[in-house]
């Protein structure tokens, strides 16, 4: 009984907190702040949809990157540049923008787990230390301090890497100017990288949640059908990304025979993922099987050792409960179903789409008839 008391009382303060919005990444804290003062320039009342406040940061990055570009004295080598190695310089600024989107897009996908669990998931958890789990997943997700770290670090790194790669491509250095407005878009990429380690981490601690699942056949309940789509849809957004990515790297630089490697590179994160998410929801499932296949065998133990065999009632209460055992036996152990193969196939086409479509001269060279 105390320990039923316990696993409401989790539930119930869990959903509180995240409905009175305890939980926020500082991806949420710094688009409200950004929301606010647009609200107080403008003079608006209501919030702004996230896709304008997408916008408006999109075009300030640009506007500093020009500013920066003018500080620095490199206005006419900027513009000299882009006349002379064409679009590359304009894929850096496509590179930040599609950053400042791509994190925006991961913490709106944190949000929809948050909403997720509060409605369905943790009234069906059904014990204190899955809960424990997934209060640990919220304080990892939801540290200021961490992610703050996380984020100067990784932006400093990330911008000090790719400027360094671009000025290698097209073989002179970008500039101060764009490499100090470039901190910008790394570190909305360092906060990208850190959400998108916060969902696989979930992902992988989903294979030790126990769940309220449909007892006769775990891998046809609701519950677990939300699930494996929710983690389609992260990996079919990972498989956005690569795929921008791909394209901007074909517009930047010409891959030929190197672009396929990169598509393949692509390619590992999202398998890892799809293996990672399908293993642990079978691991899920196969609990709540192995629960409920316990549970009809401890019956039959109970009847057999009566030993009342001879009793035709007893007899076919046993036939009955080995052809439920069965039947339980015999459902699927995952919840891999065609939707989620086709997902999972269009993710991986998506990277070697984009490939080809930013190499398009090669295509049809390739399949261009020879006279």
Known sequence: MSTDTALIE?????????????????????????????????????????????????????????????????LTAFRNNIERYGSSFLVLLSIGVFAIVSTIVINRYVGRIFKLWQADILDATESVASLDEFEDWLEKTCNPRLQLRVII?????????????????IGVFVGYGLTFAGI?????????????????????????????????????????????????LFIYFVGVYAAVLTLLSALSVSLSSAGIFLVLFYWLPII???????????????????????????????LQAAENFADKETMDAINRLMDYHDRVKATRNSALDLSTTLSFINSLLLPLLAFLLGNLDLVFKLFARQP
């Open 272 to 302: 890892a993922m799809f293996i990672l998410n399908q293993t642990s929801l079978s691991s899920m499932i196969r609990r709540v099987k192995w629960k409920t296949l316990n549970e009809i065998q401890a019956k039959v133990e109970k």
């Open 153 to 169: 670090i990784g932006g400093l790194f990330l911008d000090s890497y790719i400027m360094a790669i671009s000025s290698i491509n």
């Open 10 to 74: 989790k539930r119930e303060e869990l959903k509180r907190r995240l409905a009175a919005g305890e939980y926020k990444t500082l991806v949420d804290v710094f688009l409200a702040w950004t929301n606010r003062v647009i609200q107080k320039i403008t003079r608006q009342s209501k919030p702004l949809p996230i896709w304008l406040i997408t916008v408006i940061l999109s075009i300030v990055f640009i506007l500093i990157v020009f500013a920066a570009i003018y500080v620095a004295g490199e």
């Open 184 to 232: 910008i878009p790394s570190m909305f990429g360092a906060a990208f990288f850190y959400l998108l380690l916060m969902v696989i981490l979930l992902s992988a601690k989903l294979r030790r949640y126990d769940l309220k699942l449909f007892a006769a056949d775990p891998s046809s309940s609701e519950l677990a059908s939300r699930l494996s789509g929710e983690l389609s």
